[in-house]
């Protein structure tokens, strides 16, 4: 096929960005935060949170100025290729399609968790699987109809959290953030970087469809900065609403002794208005369209990353086609959901979601590094929108990435291991298609 062949579709105006940054992430504001509490209590997450918050800030303002000045499918995969060479490209490109590959597996569980409530008869790893075929087919068919989709969701989404942030405030106490706010001692904080990763997991998705913008250089900033300062009132609104109702215990365990639940937020306002509630029901409802506005959009950008990839020929030069009728990456999508379904079936889905966390971290430090060199030797690069307060956000979000990530390691050796095997791997693909590219 042709280059112009491998061209994507630019349909996205910056609301189209917004309602996919956004979507992206908003899964995070349902579940998986509320494990971090019972690694670091109230007081351990919320510091935590605190510093990724700030990484993330100054994170998207410095990956939005490349976004914006090398506006490709690619993202960070791009960025360092043309600032660091094609062995650090590799690397980013492959923590990328680990990030957008092993998320939505852990997502697509919850999904599966939550319709068994309304349909028992029917297996959760059943529709779990039904699921990753809905949306691999939806994407499939096209960005548009896929965009339109990702922004009815997420605007119901959105509107679910400030329903139930407003119900809790009606019985929010100040002390109940400070009872046992810290029980494991500091050591928790740490403990709990990946679940205060997953309240903004895959924001920098955005980058990931800038080929997709019909301006990119204008769109980029207007959806990145809008969903950046959305995602963080919610993250803040969220967190303390629903502690703030009967302290961090009851958002984590269903009764004492109980094991952890994935639902913290059906947890909090049944301390309110209990179980039989249409509140409740409706939490649980648009809940739903929380977790597929997160998995669909997921699925989107991890098809465009690993499309990118194939086009380049750091792996397979299949996935790098786009479908000469629907102009999506029919390949990336096809590869993306077979190892998502693999690694569904392990029914592991803390250590899917650690292992997405590595490979968001491994993204953030090249993409950051990445930055400066090509501050440095692409000083003539047309930049439509330039980082506020340089050097000191991309240093920031730098130096945080770094901490997170060994912070990360010492907590999850095991896994650690099992994440870089996996890009070891992928290396001898790379350099398997890629011996004969030039640098």
């Known amino acids: 096929m042709s280059e112009n062949k491998n061209e994507l579709k630019k349909t996205l105006g910056p609301l189209m960005l917004w309602g996919l940054g956004v979507g992206y992430v908003i899964s995070g504001m349902y579940f998986g935060w509320n494990l971090g509490l019972a690694e670091g209590g109230t007081l351990g997450l919320a510091v935590a949170t605190f510093f990724i918050i700030v990484m993330y800030v100054t994170f998207t303002f410095s990956y939005t100025e490349m976004a914006c000045a090398i506006p490709k499918a690619g993202g960070a995969f791009d960025y360092a290729r043309m600032g660091l060479g094609k062995h ?91 009872r046992n706010a810290l029980p494991n001692g500091w050591g928790g904080a740490f403990a709990a970087i990946p679940f205060a990763i997953w309240f903004f997991l895959a924001i920098e998705g955005v980058a990931n469809v800038a080929e997709e913008a019909k301006n990119p250089q204008k769109d980029i900033l207007k959806g990145f900065g809008s969903a950046i300062f959305t995602l963080v009132v919610l993250c803040i609104l969220t967190f303390t609403a629903a502690v703030g109702v009967a302290g961090w215990e009851a958002v984590v365990y269903p009764e004492p002794g109980a094991e952890a639940s994935d639902s913290p937020l059906p947890l909090a306002l049944a301390q309110i208005v209990g179980e039989n509630n249409i509140l409740y029901h409706l939490l649980i409802t648009i809940g739903l369209f929380g977790l597929i506005a997160s998995f669909h959009g997921i699925i ?126 992928g290396y001898v693909s790379f350099r398997w298609y890629h011996r004969n590219a030039a640098d």
Not at 132 to 144: A, D, P, R
Not at 148 to 176: D, M, R
Not at 402 to 410: D, E, F, G, L, R
């Open 88 to 178: 650090w490209g590799y690397l980013a490109g492959m923590a990328q399609s680990i990030e957008f590959i092993f998320a939505p597996p852990a997502i697509a569980a919850a999904i599966g968790a939550y319709l068994n409530m309304f349909l028992p008869e029917v297996d959760v790893m059943t529709i779990a699987i039904v699921s990753y075929l809905v949306f691999t087919g939806l994407n499939i068919w096209g960005v548009k109809s896929a965009a339109y989709f990702e922004l009815f969701v997420t605007v119901l989404a959105v509107v679910e959290l400030l329903i139930f942030s407003g119900v809790s405030f009606t019985a929010f106490e100040v002390e109940n953030l400070t």
């Open 300 to 425: 989107l950008a991890a098809g465009r990353s690993t499309l990118e990839l194939g086009r380049e020929r750091y792996i397979s030069p299949w996935v790098g086609k786009v479908h000469p009728k629907t102009q999506t990456p029919v390949n990336a999508l096809i590869a993306n959901m077979l190892i998502g379904i693999i690694a569904l079936l392990t029914g592991k889905t803390g250590e899917i979601i650690t292992i997405a966390c590595f490979g968001a971290l491994t993204l953030y430090i090249v993409s950051m590094v990445a930055f400066f060199a090509l501050r440095k030797k692409r000083a003539d690069l047309e930049r439509p929108f330039r980082v506020p307060m340089f050097p000191y956000f991309p240093a920031i979000a730098l130096v945080i990435a770094v901490v997170a990530m060994i912070a990360m390691s010492i907590y999850n050796v095991q896994l650690m291991f099992i994440y870089w095997g996996i890009v070891a791997v």
